[in-house]
């Protein structure tokens, strides 16, 4: 089949390759059957070596959902009785962990700092010494919204210094920057299959530690659905997902990981990294500024700031690269105006050197100023 290939800036799902999408054409299956069930344990097994984990320490649990699904699943689930959650928040997806815990009515300690920034370690250690009753520490690796790289590797030593589980938004980082959760002081991570695995959407999963989703058992049952325990206790016991599991995102997902394991870890991350300095030379070259220091940026998000043209248009500007197969995204800083242009996805630096050629054009298109312009 002849398939377009867009080029994906926006910060996932991203650009696949064509072996990955045409891994869904496939015979029907019932997923009920042995067969199915061999692949999705492969699978699990397949995604601990993503991030060097222990299979006789940890497992990894499949559902069917978006990211967003992982973050509600960990925090419901092994939050135990009469203990609170400490969100250590940057940014607008620690910031849905903080209204997930509304939702539930979670114990929470909602520890902002400014979306700019990293995280204090002296005042999220304070807090862990003053609120001896937190179980879970939880935090995002790369803020997406922004594209800063929190310290889990301190924020996890923290909370195991002070009896505390650490779970880990790994979404936007897993399967692109190496992560290795024994070494990062990682009880829990997650991602969705169209991320950082260039798969398809509706996969997501959580790579966690066996004795404590066992100990979960016993703590208060806030969902159905989107319960760690349930669904791992269901893999075990069956081979199978508790509820009906994204049949071809899984054929895709393992096409996928067969091509992340084949192209290397450190490949793959080298990859990546000249795509966000591609994107970072690109930008330079037409003065855009950057919202977030560059020593602080996890090299996948890079979040430029509108310039100061009263012909600027971000939704023009995004219209006119799309239609010449090219997409950006918008910003998620509520303080700044900006946009998004992500190093996701099955692209190289040629992919970029292109779109800032389309770029360039719809600002000469619009009569925006090269270079751009900022009054401060």
Known sequence: MNIKRNILLNAGPSTTTDTVKMAQVVPDICPREKEFASMMKDLRAD???TVHADPQ????????????????VCLNSLLP???????????????RAVEICEYYGLPHINLQFPVLERPDLD????????????ALVYTTHNETGTGILNPIREIGALAHEFGAVFIVDTTSTLAMRPIDVQKDNIDFCMASAQKGLMAMTGLSFIIGRKDIIEASKDYPKRSYYCNLY?????????????FTPPVQTIYATIQALKEYFAEGEEAKWARHTRVFNAIHKGL?????????????????????????????DFEKVHDYCYERGYTIYPGKISTTNTFRLCALGAIDEDDITAFFKVFREALEHYNIAIPVVYND
């Not at 320490?57 to 509600?72: E, M």
């Not at 005042?123 to 001896?132: A, C, G, I, M, S």
């Open 47 to 49: 995604l601990l070596k």
């Open 57 to 72: 320490q940890y497992t990894s649990v499949l559902f069917c959902g978006s990211g967003t699904l992982n973050i509600d």
């Open 123 to 134: 005042v999220v250690r304070k807090t862990l010494e003053e609120n001896p009753d937190i």
């Open 81 to 95: 009785a009469d203990k609170k959650v400490l969100v250590v928040n940057n940014g607008a997806y620690s910031t």
């Open 284 to 312: 330079d070259e037409l003065g855009f500024k950057d919202a977030v220091k560059r020593e602080w940026q996890a090299g996948l998000v890079v979040s430029p700031i509108y310039p100061d043209d009263p012909n600027w």
């Open 230 to 242: 349930l669904q791992y206790h269901f893999f075990e016991k069956t081979g199978e997902m508790h």
